[in-house]
């Protein structure tokens, strides 16, 4: 019972690793045609198995960089594969995980993705250490992919149809009940929230390098014969009224930046009509169960997917 504790405490300390590396190999092996990746908004917006052939490697606070790390590693790994999808909102051009300050977002970098590609990007390798060495404190077994191997991929088996689970869904990820918030708390949510996503627009530095990144992205679909589109997942209105309009403008402008031969599809759904925005979110900017039932239906029209 012991060891079984710390399997299952490695398992979701570290779930996002899992869900990665497992779904990669589950892709590969089911031939899977559709790869969604992004950040969380494309994260909590689609159901994962809802949709025949998709997976969904979306996953909280990815970057452009760790999307396009995961899509080269899956156009290697997944022959099978016809469409790519970066789930994106307004603020993803000023979005490098690896600059954040904040000790849980790096956290992410060596839990998930420098663990699995061993690529830190710009990070500070001396705060990641200071990180790793806190993790393997609290879990001896943390970055050890032999241990209990077995018993972990029973654990992802088990749950593979829906990363959302009774240990991990979208109301316990969140602060708050938003349909349970008078008017008055979700707008001062809503501010909150866009206070601190405004500051990204700070970051030039980033927004160049990302759009760089992108170019990439678009252009190794492009070589491989891939479709590859780009797809803004719902914003409520409360977070619309108070997010910095400059967003708008500097996302697309990337995306005009991509030579026409090779640049992605783009679906903005960031005001879809059939999205409410108290009844279908679990906070200012994600969707809840309900809303992802709506938005899972909608992507599977955009991508040309069907309903299971």
């Known amino acids: 019972m012991k060891n079984e504790g710390y399997a299952y405490r490695e398992f ?13 190999e589950r892709g590969k092996k089911e031939q899977a045609s559709s790869l ?5 908004l494309p994260r909590f917006a ?3 198995r809802d949709i025949d052939g998709l997976i969904n490697l979306a996953f909280l606070s990815q970057d452009y960089y760790y999307s396009g790390k995961i899509i080269e590693r899956s ?3 997944i022959p099978s594969l016809k469409t790519v999808v970066l789930g994106t909102s307004y603020i993803s051009s000023f979005i490098d995980l690896s600059r ?5 977002e790096l956290s992410r970098i060596v839990k998930v993705y420098d663990r699995y590609f061993h ?3 710009n990070a500070n390798m001396d705060v990641l250490e200071e990180i790793r060495k806190e993790l393997l404190n609290k879990n001896a077994h943390a970055f050890d992919d032999e241990f209990e191997k077995a018993r972990i991929f029973k654990m992802y088996d088990e749950r593979k149809d829906n990363y959302f689970c009774n240990e991990c869904n979208r109301q316990n990820l969140s602060d708050v009940v938003w349909i349970n918030l008078p008017d008055e708390k979700r707008i001062e949510e809503a501010k909150i929230r866009t206070v601190f996503h405004n500051r990204l627009l700070e970051h030039m530095d980033t927004y160049h390098e990302n759009s760089e990144i992108l170019q990439r992205i678009a252009m190794k679909c492009h070589e491989k014969g891939i479709r590859f589109l780009m797809v803004v997942f719902p914003l409520n209105s409360y977070y619309r009224e108070y997010l910095d309009p400059g967003y708008r403008e500097y996302y697309q402008k990337q995306i005009d930046s991509i030579p026409e ?14 999205i ?3 009844s279908d979110f679990v906070d200012s900017d994600h969707l809840n169960d309900t809303g992802a039932t709506k938005m899972t239906s909608i992507f599977s029209g955009c991508i040309g997917g069907k309903n299971k």
């Open 100 to 104: 954040m300050k904040n000790r849980d």
């Open 46 to 48: 689609i159901n994962d």
């Open 119 to 121: 690529d830190p990007h």
């Open 75 to 77: 156009l290697v790994d």
């Open 12 to 24: 979701f300390d570290n779930y996002d690793y899992y869900w990665l590396k497992y779904t990669l």
């Open 36 to 40: 969604l990746v992004g950040h969380s």
């Open 276 to 278: 409410d925005s108290v």
């Open 261 to 274: 031969e090779y640049r992605p599809e783009c679906f903005d759904f960031s005001e879809a009509p059939q």
